[in-house]
């Protein structure tokens, strides 16, 4: 290795070798690694300092915690805060402890959940949707009343929905970090914690909106786009303006040739690139007002892509994971030149992948 | 008796005065320490002492004061964890109500071997009064000049800071502790890293429980030997042991670790044996979060040897036969007891304390009391043991903080040893609900 470049570590995921810089998180190698390997993440959110650890749908095992240490982790890990090292050794769906533990996780985000997607604005672009598809069962086992919330007002442009948050404190971050003002979140404890009305008191802010879109669940949602449509009736274009608060780079949705939404740009992990101020999301919906760039690029998780959501369709399997590594799709750009696949034996791998349809045994 | 080292001076009338504290040999220790001793001397003699945490994960005190980290011109702290909120565990209330300079004493050592110069009493909040009583005799030692600038003349300076605790029993867990000490709402951190490497206002800091702190002094004046020769293997020492429920004389023993778990039971220098005309029926031995035991595992080990108070011996067979010492509350349970009912409750306890952040640990918590709350009201399925040993799984080890495993264990462990009374309160749901209703089907009494 030549001593100008920084010394990379090698970590195998599922089978697929990947070289990382020293701090890199088992989800970032994996990410790195391609969407079939990357585990999902409901809390962690790249641009938020602090963020993670907490909805623990990214657990993994550690199989191997390094060369110098090869012996595996006693418990699973939260890939998303876990540092790589070298030599390490990472199990996933390979794991039918991990695809276990995911099943639970999806079981116990959904046990309160109103699952009322037929009228919620999220629907087609949710992180827990996606979660649920990828990892939940068909059923619940859960027989109790699920919990309310007094209905909170928090301003005329954000509707919170509270029944829906999953807690991923996202939005907590993102006004302590890019609005000011804000300290504290969520207000009681356990299963009672919602998310506290200061956040009438930080609406004022330029930025208060971002929390839309960091917000995984239909919990937080636009109130000038609420009931308007359904985001796969909508078309996404990219376009800017000249902001004198933030970048103006935005992402428009249509419906024919009308502006009915204005977000932020998100990148294939759902993530914000760039946070755009109120003005930009609420107040600037005429065509007039953007620089069109062309359509936006659809990531393949999102429901616009073809075939997303097909009951019979197929789950990731052993070829298919393998093939993540060269797989591209349109408009990856990801660098896959530094990944190396290893035969797994085929033992290593969950005999029980998750299946949508599965009946209760 | 048995040796006793904390608690020995506890009945002298006005010991919780700086005085008579005084007269007994109280704060030789310091004396001791700040003008003969190096902090590393302090740390190696905790060491040779082997005295484990007493807060309830037993870590060995003298290996996690050594690895504090110990960069130049950073702070570091020690913190007195004092939220003791486990149900069934009330020893470090019951010290400090009575002997609080034997607390500040072991801070003042303990912080000088760890060149702390502010360190913190994290009182529960519940619990005004003995903040009061911890003030009263800060105020005391310092008067005498055994807190605050150059004490003793040794040019080693120490502010004691006593802070209400926030309320919620998650604020005893350790990370918890220290955003609630800087003012934040009381959500333990995800660990690595470390309190000792990043821990108050994310300086190097060490966390120990009341009881470890209060053994420091005995430990400086008698030497690190003396107190490993206390004690059985690498139990060392003695424990605070918080004894109630169904027994003639709850309260709290000082017991050498290593005392048999009949004897401390049924002898009368202790609990004095299960109250008149029952039986034992089942133990929870070291705070609400261990496993329950069947009396007659509690006694004995797998193998038939009498079970010890000692962390080797309590935790001999793993969770399928064994528990864990915890923090010493022993909760004695006997016949009239209902398991279903008890599990509930503390599965309620749970719930209610769960600090929300992860997911596993909100919604599981509040799913398993929901189930427990319906057997136990006569409204249970016959699937629903299954339900909660899939969701007490589906918890434990997958959180943040160690409170979900607590949570879980209680539940596992009830329907491990008393699945027949779970399946009876489920088959038999109008007789299971009379008042005082008690299952008496088959089990081990003793
Ligand atoms: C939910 C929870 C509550 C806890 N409560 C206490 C407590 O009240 N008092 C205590 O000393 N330790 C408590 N602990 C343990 C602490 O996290 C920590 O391990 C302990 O204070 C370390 O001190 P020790 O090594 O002297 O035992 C608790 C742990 C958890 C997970
Ligand atoms: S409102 Fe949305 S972003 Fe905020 S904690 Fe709830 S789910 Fe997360
Ligand atoms: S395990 Fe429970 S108490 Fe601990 S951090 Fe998670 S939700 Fe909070
Ligand atoms: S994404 Fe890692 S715990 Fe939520």
């Known amino acids: ?361 | 008796m048995t040796k006793k080292i904390l608690t020995e001076h506890i009945n002298v009338p006005g010991i919780e005065t700086f005085d008579v504290y005084r007269q007994q040999g109280g704060y030789t220790a310091v004396e001791k320490a700040l003008k003969t001793m190096t902090p590393d001397e302090i740390v190696e003699e905790v060491k040779k002492a082997g005295v484990r945490g007493r807060g309830g994960a037993g870590f060995p005190m003298g290996m996690k004061w050594s690895f504090l980290a110990k960069p130049e011109g950073v702070p570091r702290y020690l913190v007195c964890n004092a939220d003791e909120s486990e149900p069934g565990t009330f020893k470090d209330h019951y010290l400090m109500k009575h002997i609080p300079h034997l607390l500040i004493e072991g801070m003042i050592v303990s912080s000088f071997a760890l060149g702390a110069n502010k360190s913190f009493i994290y009182v529960r909040g519940e619990l005004m009064y003995v903040i009061r009583i911890l003030e009263k005799a800060i105020a005391e030692a310092k008067a005498k000049g055994f807190l605050g600038k150059n004490i003793l003349g040794s040019g080693y300076d120490l502010e004691l800071v006593v802070q209400p605790g926030g309320g919620a029993y998650i604020c005893g867990e350790e990370t918890a502790l220290l955003e609630s000490l800087e003012g934040k709402r009381g959500n333990p951190r995800n660990k690595p890293p470390f309190p000792a490497v990043k821990g108050l206002y994310q300086c190097p800091t060490v966390v120990n429980n009341v009881e470890s702190i209060a053994t420091t002094s005995w430990i400086i004046n008698n030497g690190g030997d003396a107190y490993a020769a206390i004690g059985i293997g690498r139990s060392t020492g003695t424990k605070l042991i918080s004894a109630s429920g169904h027994m003639r004389k709850p309260g709290v023993y000082e017991i050498e670790l290593g005392l048999p778990v009949e004897d401390f039971i049924y002898a009368d220098e202790w609990c004095g044996g299960i109250r008149p005309g029952h039986k034992f029926k089942a133990l929870v031995a070291g705070g609400s979060s261990v496993p329950i035991l069947p009396a007659n595992l509690a006694l004995t080990l797998a193998n038939g040897e009498k079970r010890l108070m000692s962390y080797e011996s309590l935790s001999d067979g793993g969770f399928a036969t064994g528990t864990m010492l915890g923090s010493g509350g022993f909760i004695l349970f006997d016949e009239t007891s209902c398991i279903v009912k008890n599990t509930w409750n503390f599965s309620r306890f749970y719930h209610h304390e769960s600090c929300g952040q992860c997911s596993p640990c909100r919604e599981g918590t509040g799913w398993m009391e929901k189930v427990l709350h319906r057997i136990e009201h006569g409204h249970g399925h016959q699937h629903d043991i299954d339900l909660l040993v899939d969701v007490s799984k589906k918890i434990e080890g997958n959180t943040i903080c160690p409170l979900g495993d607590a949570a879980a264990w209680p539940v596992a462990s009830a329907i491990r040893h008393f699945r027949d009374e779970f399946q009876w309160h489920i088959d038999h749901p109008t007789e299971a609900t009379q008042p005082g209703a008690v299952y008496r089907g088959e089990m081990a009494l003793v």
Not at chain 1, 65 to 87: E, F, H, I, N, Y
Not at chain 1, 250 to 266: H, M, N, P, Q, S
Request: hydrophobic share 35%.
């Open chain 1, 1 to 361: 290795m030549e001593d100008t470049k920084p010394q990379l570590l090698t970590v195998t995921i599922d089978g697929i070798a990947v070289e990382v810089e020293p701090g890199t998180t088992i989800l970032q190698a994996a990410r790195k690694i391609g969407p079939d390997v990357a585990p999902p993440a409901m809390c962690y959110y790249q641009p938020l300092k602090g963020s993670g650890g907490k909805c623990r749908a990214c657990l993994v095992r550690v199989a191997a915690g390094s060369t110098k240490d090869p012996r595996p982790m006693p418990k699973l890990v939260a890939s998303c805060l876990t540092a790589v090292q070298d030599g390490m050794v990472v199990e996933n769906t390979t794991n039918p402890q991990v695809v276990d533990a995911r099943n639970g996780i999806v079981e116990f985000l959904l046990l309160n959940h109103p699952l009322d997607c037929p009228v919620c604005d999220q629907a087609g672009e949710c992180d827990l949707q996606n979660f649920a598809f990828d990892h939940g069962k068909a059923t619940t086992r859960y027989e109790e009343d699920r919990r309310t919330f007094e209905k909170k007002d928090i301003g005329p442009y954000i509707q919170l929905h509270m029944t829906r948050c999953i807690l991923c404190y996202r939005c907590v971050y993102t006004a302590d970090q890019i609005t000011e003002k804000r300290v504290h979140g969520v207000l009681g404890r356990g299963d009672a914690s919602e998310i506290g009305t200061y956040i009438e008191k930080a609406i004022d802010n330029d930025f208060s909106g971002n929390v839309i879109d960091v917000c995984p669940v239909g919990a937080l949602t636009d109130k000038t786009y609420r009931f308007k449509n359904r985001v796969w009736f909508t078309k996404p274009v990219d376009a800017h303006r000249d902001c004198p608060t933030c970048s103006g780079k935005v992402t428009l949705w249509y419906r024919g040739d009308e502006v009915i939404r204005v977000t932020a740009r998100k990148n294939e992990w759902n993530e914000v690139t760039e946070f755009i101020c109120n003005t930009c999301r609420f107040e600037t919906k005429k065509t007039s007002d953007w620089v069109i760039e062309g359509p936006t690029k659809v990531s393949r998780s999102s429901v616009i892509s073809a075939n997303k959501y097909r009951a019979d369709l197929e789950k990731p399997s052993f070829g298919k994971r393998l093939a993540a590594a060269e797989y591209k799709p349109i408009h990856d750009e990801r660098d896959t030149s530094q990944l190396s696949i290893q035969q797994l034996p085929p033992e290593r791998f969950a005999k029980t992948l998750p299946s949508a349809v599965e009946p209760e045994p």
